[in-house]
């Protein structure tokens, strides 16, 4: 099943959880699922950060003050949370994401590296997509490419961006983002698929389709 409203019986209510490096797109990609997929339900952050033009509080983020995110992560509201370019507090709330997979929806995660690992030791079943892009020409093209950056600046987005690559290997499947409609598509086809539990001579095994792979 590719579009449609509900979650029909056959859909897996796992949650996914997409991360990737920086710039490489993730927020854009999840944007077009947003509007392109609407089986998928979408965990909406909180964050300390203010609100930019056009986003609406509810919508795009909660946005709450320090205090505010500081008594979430108090009272265990939070399913992971992390400081994002050492700049705002970023988390997401655990309450509705358990009533998505009871409800039998599936799932959207769209985090940082940090939140991703922390999700994985509480939500091990869950599946790990890691957003990668084409190579690293494009994804330095990507980070330095509006120029605002000073040099200093710009290398330490690279140093970071190398690291977050090497991540690639924790995750369960990998999708290229070379065009967003097509990462979407093979980002929902992930999500949506069954998922047979591999033979034992398989496990561990990867089995890589052309542009998104399992692991
Ligand atoms: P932005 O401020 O540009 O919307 O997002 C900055 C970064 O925060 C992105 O990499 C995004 O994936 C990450 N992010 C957004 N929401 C969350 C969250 O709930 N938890 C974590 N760990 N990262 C998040």
Known sequence: MATGNVADASTPTRLTVLAGPTAVGKGTVAA??????????HSVSVTTRPPRPGERDGEHYHFVSAQEFAAMVDAGELLECAVVHGRASYGTPRAPVIRALEQGRPALLEIDLQGARQVKRVMPDALFVFLAPPSWEELVARLVGRGTESPAERE???ATARVELAAAQEFDAVVVN???????????SLMTAHVPAPAP???????????????
């Open 32 to 41: 077009y699922v947003r509007a392109h997929y609407p089986q998928v339900w």
């Open 201 to 215: 001579h398989e496990a561990g095994q990867a089995v890589p389709p052309e542009r998104a792979h399992r692991r």
């Open 156 to 158: 330490a987005r690279l």
């Open 178 to 188: 070379h065009a967003v409609e097509q990462a979407a598509a093979d980002l929902v």
